[in-house]
C-alpha cells in the first residue's frame, strides 16, 4: 500500500513533450533536409577529389539524413498523439532515432581521430590514413549502429493507451522490460557510443592543441591554426550541446524507468528533462553542416567566403616543408622532394 502510495505522489505529467516534440521536430526537418541534402550535392557530385574526411562527412551526413526523413512520421505523432502508421515504421522510426544520435558520435569521432593523425603525425600516419581504411571503418560503423539501432527497436511497438484508445510508439514501455532488457541495452550504447567516444574526442583534441602551441610543427605541416581551433570548437560544441545532457539524462532516466532509482525529486528531474535533452540531440542533423563548412574549404569558396590565410590546403605551407632533413618544394597535390620523389600532399581533412 505504501509503495502505490508513493508511486501515485510520483506522478509526473510530462504531457507537454508531445508540443515541444512537435515543434522541434518540424524546425529541424526544415533547416535538416535543406543542410543535408545540400552537403550531399557537393560530397557526390560536386567535389572532384575526395579524401578520407570527406568520407566520414559523406556517411555523417547521410546518418543525418535518414533521421530527417522519419520526422514528418513523428510529427504527425506529437500532433496528434496518436501512431496510425503501423508497428513496421515505428520500428523504423525508433531506429533512424538511434542511428543518427549514436552514429553522428561515432563519425565525427572518427572526424576528430582523423584530424589527430593528420596534425600529431602528419607523416607516420600517411598508410594508416587511406580511403580503403576510411571505407573499412564506416562500414564498422554503421554495422554497429544499425545492429544496436534495431536490437533497441525490437520493443517499439505500438500500443494502445490505457485511458483510450490511441495508440503509442516508441513509449510506454512496461517496468518489467526496462528493467530485463532496455536498461542493459542503455548502458551498452552509453558505454561504447557516447563515453568512449567523448574520450576520445577530448584526448585527441587537448594533443592537436598541444602540437598547434609549437611553432616549429605548425611551420613544419603547414597548418592553419585559426581554422582548427574552429573545427575544434564546433566539434566540442555539438558534443556538450547535443549529446553529454541526452545521454547524461538518459542513464539516470533508464535507472528511474526500471525503478532502481525510487527517489521521487530525482524521478520527476529525469521524466521532465528527458524530453528537453532529446529535443537538444536532435539538433545535432542542423549543427553537423558546420563541421563540413570549416573541414572543408570547398565549402566556404562555393559561398565567396575566403579564409584569412589564403592556403589551398591546412596541410600546405607557403614555406618548404622539411621531413627528416629533406626539403619539400609544393607542387600541387604532389610534391617532390631533393632527390625527385613524389610525395602526396592531403587537399583538406
Known sequence: MGNNSQNQTCLTDDSFKYT?????????????????????????????????????????AF?????????????????NKSWPFGDWLCKVSGTAFLINIYGSMLFLTCISVDRFLAIVYP??????????????????????????GIS?????????????SSITCFEGFSKDIWKTYLSKITIFIEIVGFLIPLLLNL????????????PATLSQIGTNKERVLKMIIVH?????VCFVPYNSILFIYALVRSQAITNC????????????????ATTNCCLDPFVYYFTSEYFQKYFNIKPRNKMDSIFKSETPLTVKGET?????????NRNGANIQLESQF
Open 63 to 79: 546518418s543525418d539524413l535518414l533521421f530527417v526523413f522519419t520526422l514528418p512520421f513523428k510529427i504527425f505523432y506529437n500532433i
Open 123 to 148: 607523416f607516420r600516419s600517411r598508410t594508416i590514413r587511406t580511403r580503403r581504411n576510411t571505407s573499412i571503418i564506416c562500414a564498422g560503423v554503421w554495422l554497429l549502429v544499425l545492429s544496436g
Open 20 to 60: 515541444l516534440y512537435g515543434s522541434i521536430y518540424s524546425i529541424v526537418f526544415v533547416l535538416g533536409l535543406i543542410t543535408n541534402c545540400t552537403s550531399l550535392y557537393f560530397f557526390c557530385c560536386r567535389m572532384k577529389m575526395r579524401n578520407e574526411t570527406t568520407i566520414f562527412m559523406t556517411n555523417l
Open 265 to 280: 525529486s530525482l524521478a520527476r528531474f529525469a521524466k521532465t528533462m528527458y524530453p528537453i535533452t532529446l529535443c537538444l
Open 152 to 164: 533497441a527497436s525490437l520493443f517499439s511497438t505500438t500500443n494502445k493507451r490505457e485511458n483510450n
Open 203 to 214: 584526448t585527441c583534441s587537448s594533443l592537436v592543441l598541444r602540437t598547434l602551441r609549437k
Open 236 to 240: 566540442l560544441t555539438i558534443f556538450i
Open 328 to 336: 619539400i618544394i609544393e607542387g600541387g597535390p604532389y610534391s617532390t
